[in-house]
């Protein structure tokens, strides 16, 4: 079951560049008609979606989709709201030994406000089930990141890296869950995107277990400056057979 926002205008045109504007001066407080008529009123949490629109189709908009552990739904992160608790998860030594975010809360808000800085082509979000926050993701463009310099890429390749938060939640077939609904989010919602992509860890056995369970193929291993990675794939021709 799918759960429905109002999207962001279509990315490029010019209603959305003038509502790119808009919302910019609405964020400031600064709040007025366009062109003669009402336009919706936009507050600054709204934002997120608009930066989002342009390279990743807005995860913010993509809705809840049912698996067989509950209802699960990206939320993009809001520092602000959620630096506590990321700080906390990356502080666990199980993810610290693969992401290397331990340390003060500074560590990780630099690493979040390097993507929401930036272009859009990075998302950070956290996973919610049945509203409970407990993972934690990043949704990119594979084809514009350093990744596609050690594959060959396809426009539109859309990665996922992805941490299970409480340790409770490890070693019972969640990662498996999850990765499968949000490889289908991301196929359900982004069109023009042929494959979803993942580069875990090669040492990081149980990452790389969750994967092919849930419909990835290792196409290769891969030698990236941080590690030897699993180059993990799932083909939108293949969604409905694996």
Same mark, same amino acid.
């Given at each position: 079951?799918?759960?429905? &926002?109002?999207? #962001?205008?279509?990315?490029?045109?010019?209603?959305?560049?003038? +509502?790119?504007? +808009?919302?910019?001066?609405? #964020?400031?407080?600064?709040?007025?008609?366009?062109?003669?008529? @009402?336009?919706?009123?936009?507050?600054?949490?709204?934002?997120?979606?608009?930066?989002? &629109?342009?390279?990743?189709d807005?995860?913010?908009?993509?809705?809840?989709?049912?698996?067989?552990?509950?209802?699960?739904r990206?939320?993009?992160?809001?520092?602000?709201r959620?630096?506590? *608790?990321?700080?906390?998860?990356?502080?666990?030594?199980a993810?610290?030994?693969y992401?290397?975010?331990?340390?003060?809360? &500074?560590?990780?808000?630099?690493?979040?406000?390097?993507q929401?800085?930036?272009?859009?082509?990075?998302?950070?979000?956290?996973?919610?089930l049945d509203?409970?926050?407990?993972s +934690?993701?990043?949704?990119?463009? &594979?084809?514009?990141?350093?990744?596609?310099?050690?594959?060959?890429?396809?426009?539109?390749?859309?990665?996922?890296?992805?941490?299970?938060?409480?340790? @409770?939640?490890?070693?019972?077939?969640?990662?498996?869950a999850?990765?499968?609904?949000?490889?289908d989010?991301?196929?359900?919602?982004r069109?023009?995107?042929?494959?979803?992509?993942?580069?875990?860890?090669?040492?990081?056995?149980?990452?790389?277990?969750?994967?092919?369970?849930?419909?990835?193929?290792?196409?290769?291993?891969?030698?990236?400056?941080?590690?030897?990675?699993?180059?993990?794939?799932?083909?939108?021709? *293949?969604?409905?057979?694996?």
């Open positions: 079951m799918r759960t429905t &926002a109002t999207p #962001a205008p279509a990315a490029g045109s010019a209603h959305a560049t003038t +509502y790119a504007a +808009y919302a910019t001066r609405a #964020a400031t407080g600064i709040v007025e008609p366009l062109g003669g008529r @009402t336009e919706p009123r936009l507050s600054a949490h709204l934002l997120p979606l608009l930066a989002e &629109a342009d390279l990743l807005s995860p913010a908009t993509w809705g809840s989709v049912t698996t067989p552990v509950g209802a699960f990206l939320e993009p992160v809001r520092p602000a959620d630096l506590e *608790l990321l700080t906390g998860w990356m502080n666990d030594p993810v610290a030994a992401w290397e975010l331990s340390g003060p809360a &500074a560590v990780t808000a630099a690493h979040l406000r390097a929401l800085d930036g272009d859009g082509r990075s998302i950070p979000c956290l996973g919610l509203g409970t926050p407990m +934690y993701w990043e949704i990119y463009r &594979a084809d514009l990141d350093r990744l596609c310099g050690y594959y060959p890429a396809r426009p539109h390749d859309t990665g996922i890296h992805l941490l299970i938060g409480d340790g @409770t939640n490890r070693g019972r077939g969640l990662g498996t999850l990765l499968r609904a949000v490889a989010l991301v196929l359900g919602n069109p023009r995107c042929t494959r979803v992509v993942a580069e875990p860890d090669i040492r990081n056995t149980p990452s790389v277990s969750a994967f092919l369970s849930s419909g990835f193929r290792c196409s290769a291993e891969i030698d990236l400056p941080e590690k030897r990675a699993a180059l993990m794939i799932r083909e939108r021709v *293949l969604r409905n057979l694996l």
